[in-house]
């Protein structure tokens, strides 16, 4: 028996009209658009236009080395500030002086820190200088005010090197010769350096550090304070998550930090295996014996457990008192069982305390 198919031919015609015109208007709106959104980018786009045209004419060299500085800083600034809360610099805008005549400086206005400098011959110095200004006078600004001033430059040393880390080696060498060789000299800001580069390395407690350190400069901002008690504090602060930083993979270990200006807490929420047997139970429990004194938590987990440390927190958060701050994913080298690093891809929900009140409004 023979099977017979008809072939049937389907004819699709799409006719697409579109001028260069309309292709054009659309790009330009698209860019207009993710520049809009993303306005430190167009101050890097004006910076490589700028170098380009400066081989016509020397006018251009200003605006080259004022746009690449403040797109180099303000994309740095924006990584930070999605990663932390209440960060009260939102940009920075470089001004060029003249060199016998003005006296550099730098202000802070309507969110804007403007660096008023003398342009030096060379744009690598010229990078280091407007990088050490910002971090040294914007950064952290409220907490530096009141920390040790070993803590202060060590903080400052290490965040102009984590700025400028993935630049050409010859800025970083240039920071090195212009800040860092001398400083590194003093063992207290050495000490602190290390630990900060080791807090860091682990990916995801560094931001833990800045965000309690903005909280303390919060609190104790036009306060009544005792300096002593706020230097010993910021160095148990980074003590305890150096520690935290290096623990072994279900290693036992201090997981509140109790001090005057500083309370928080770090849970572990995720393990699959009690996951799969206890489901959200034991974490809800754990989450609603915190100690009424404290004002943050941290809930950290694997990021494939993300929803999962969500659902958590918002079937007890009724009964906790806490509201959602913010939320990250990070790359993260913890150590396994045996001490060795291993990467993993981790998320961390940072949540609130609802009866802390704000300290300093904007």
Not at 125 to 151: G, H, R, T
Not at 304 to 316: L, M, P, R, Y
């Amino acid at each position: 028996m023979k099977k017979i198919f008809n072939k049937i031919d389907f004819n699709f015609y799409f006719d697409f009209n579109f001028s260069l015109w309309t292709i054009s208007t659309l790009t330009l709106a698209g860019l207009f658009i993710y520049y809009l959104r993303n306005p430190e980018k167009f101050e890097k786009l004006i910076a490589v236009l700028s170098k380009f045209f400066r081989f016509i004419s020397n006018k251009f060299d200003r605006s080259y080395i004022k746009y690449d500085l403040q797109g180099k800083i303000n994309d740095y600034l924006k990584k930070v500030s999605k990663r932390v809360k209440h960060i009260d610099i939102k940009k920075i805008k470089v001004e060029w002086i003249d060199v016998s005549a003005q006296t550099e400086t730098q202000f802070i206005q309507d969110g804007e820190m403007i660096i008023r400098m003398k342009k030096g011959d060379h744009q690598n110095e010229n990078i280091v200088k407007a990088s050490m200004a910002f971090i040294s006078y914007a950064f952290l600004k409220k907490a530096k005010s009141y920390i040790a001033k070993y803590q202060r430059e060590s903080m400052d040393l290490f965040v102009c090197y984590d700025l400028l880390k993935e630049e050409k080696s010859e800025i970083l060498d240039q920071f090195v010769q212009n800040f860092m060789k001398d400083k590194m000299d003093n063992k207290k800001i050495a000490d602190f350096f290390e630990k900060y580069s080791n807090i860091d390395d682990v990916g995801i407690f560094y931001p833990v550090l800045v965000q309690e350190l903005t909280f303390l400069g919060e609190k104790v901002f036009a306060n009544k304070r005792d300096a002593q008690k706020i230097h010993k504090e910021v160095a148990d602060l980074v003590n305890f998550l150096f520690f935290y930083a290096n623990r072994k993979l279900r290693e036992d270990i201090v997981n509140d930090f109790s001090g005057v200006y500083c309370k928080f807490g770090i849970r572990i929420i995720g393990r699959s295996i009690v996951i799969n047997r206890e489901g959200e139970r034991v974490y809800k429990n754990h989450l609603k014996k915190i100690a009424p004194k404290n004002e943050t938590l941290y809930l950290i987990g694997s990021k494939e457990h993300k929803k999962f440390i969500n659902g958590v927190f918002d079937n007890c958060n009724d009964e906790i008192g806490y509201s959602k701050l913010s939320d990250e994913t990070y790359d993260a080298t913890i150590k396994n069982s045996d001490g060795e690093d291993i990467k993993v891809k981790s998320y961390m929900l940072t949540i609130r305390n609802n009866a802390i009140k704000v300290y300093h409004k904007k």
